[in-house]
């Protein structure tokens, strides 16, 4: 699943939106991949990409853009607290050592 944050700014999803090749799919079909889908309003979802593409209506891409950054980025970085992840560190380092993948440490 991608997202709207894979695109550098808007300039790069404009590109990604006018290099859309079925013209006649909604946008909600068009950006069906993107894990923001389910936040774009419905008005801008029922467009079709040929009304976005238009180059004098910019500011629908723009609103596109904008109305999907509002969802918050996924985190990579699950909240563990230290202690249980020191434990899990030890036992991971005690697996690798019994397949010969770290040589002994000392703990």
Not at 22 to 36: H, I, P, T, V
């Amino acid at each position: 699943m991608t997202s709207v944050r894979s695109y550098r700014d808007l300039a790069d999803f404009r590109q990604f939106i006018r290099n859309l090749v079925n013209k006649s799919m909604s946008m909600s079909d068009a950006l069906a991949g993107f894990r923001e889908i389910p936040i774009l309003p419905k008005k801008l979802g029922q467009l079709t990409v040929e009304e976005v593409q238009d180059q004098g209506k910019t500011e629908l891409i723009e609103q596109i853009y904008t109305s999907l950054k509002k969802m918050k980025p996924e985190t990579s970085y699950h909240m563990i607290k230290r202690s249980v992840r020191k434990r899990l560190l030890i036992i991971l380092l005690k697996v690798f050592q019994l397949i010969r993948i770290v040589p002994n440490v000392r703990y």
